[in-house]
């Protein structure tokens, strides 16, 4: 189970929430009126040449401070999600390597996403004839938020969601029917939950990538969240779409409920193309919107849904309407 890409993508289109919520210290001296800049391909540059091994996720952002200073620091980020011994070393490393190349404050934080309740590093020291050497750094573990699992759903930063849709994540391993219950659930809170769309889309991708489930709960999931998201409209859609989506409904009425329905499934589509390749994603749209066959135009939503890649997702629509003109 690789979930990396999942944890990078969510800590930058959520990094304030993830400080605020996990490091409220840190959010309340960040300056996030004067913008942060990542630096993930210089830390890429920075760190190729280790020889810790281990398979990691890496943020740094720079950001500055509220003290009223001109300057700025930088905050590297590592999700850890299996148990490593090397791990405190290789942050170590990580971090006086970071501190090399800018010359400025490193603070390194560590989420610890894996499910070894006893393995919590946070420190790594070298000590020997009168000589030492201690690096410290601030490390989360997430498995201690199950008992606070409940309390979690009240909050209001989208962070919470995604901490419980991880840890029920690990809690259904193996057990598909009840990963399909909450991840259903996620969902629908999150279409009522009245966050702003770009956030919407973020935690959604995160709960979407990792509560991977087979093909035909997939399939499931797509069917039930877009039938009530007819039903009551949610909130994820802009006002546009929802205007969109309103027509439509009323065409239904007026020239066939097979019109209407159609006319729904298509922000649905668009919204899945955004939501797992981003912007250009939504290229595809145009020749989704040729089709006008529900049963095809569902086949063509689960094979996006199934793709990798968008280039995956292209191939996939290519050969759909290629065996339709067959």
Not at 261 to 274: C, K, S, T, V
Not at 283 to 311: C, H, P, W, Y
Request: aromatic share 12%; glycine share 6%.
């Amino acid at each position: 189970m690789n979930w990396d890409n999942a944890w990078k993508e969510v800590l930058t289109h959520l990094f304030r929430e993830f400080l605020q919520f996990f490091f409220p210290r840190i959010y309340r001296e960040v300056d996030f009126s004067r913008g942060y800049v990542f630096l993930d391909k210089e830390l890429a540059k920075i760190i190729k040449t280790a020889s810790v091994g281990g398979r990691i996720v890496d943020k740094l952002a720079k950001v500055y401070l509220k003290n009223g200073e001109e300057k700025w620091l930088l905050i590297h980020i590592e999700v850890q999600s299996y148990r490593d011994e090397n791990f405190p070393e290789r942050m170590f490393i990580y971090n006086y390597r970071i501190y090399d190349r800018y010359r400025r404050e490193v603070i390194s934080l560590a989420l610890l996403a894996d499910a070894d309740e006893n393995y919590r590093p946070n420190q790594f020291r070298i000590a020997r004839w009168g000589f030492e050497c201690k690096f410290r750094f601030p490390a989360i573990k997430l498995l201690d938020y199950r008992y606070k699992f409940e309390a979690l759903r009240s909050q209001k930063n989208p962070f919470a969601m995604v901490l419980r849709g991880y840890l029920k994540t690990l809690e259904t391993i193996g057990n598909d029917r009840e990963r399909f219950s909450w991840k259903k659930r996620f969902l629908m809170e999150l279409y009522r939950s009245g966050m702003n769309r770009e956030t919407i889309l973020g935690v959604y991708k995160f709960i979407d990538w990792v509560m991977e489930l087979p093909e035909e709960l997939e399939e499931r999931i797509l069917d039930e969240t877009h039938e009530t998201e007819e039903e009551k409209t949610m909130s994820v859609l802009t006002t546009a779409e929802k205007r969109g989506h309103k027509k439509g409904l009323e065409q239904g009425l007026e020239q066939g409920l097979e019109q209407g329905i159609r006319e729904g499934i298509y922000p649905a589509i668009a919204d899945l193309l955004e939501i797992k390749f981003g912007v250009p994603g939504l290229a595809l749209m145009d020749e989704v919107k040729q089709v006008s066959d529900i049963g095809m135009l569902n086949k063509i939503r689960l094979a996006f849904k199934n793709a990798a890649t968008l280039a995956e997702a292209q191939d996939a629509l290519k050969k759909l309407l290629s065996d339709k003109k067959e």
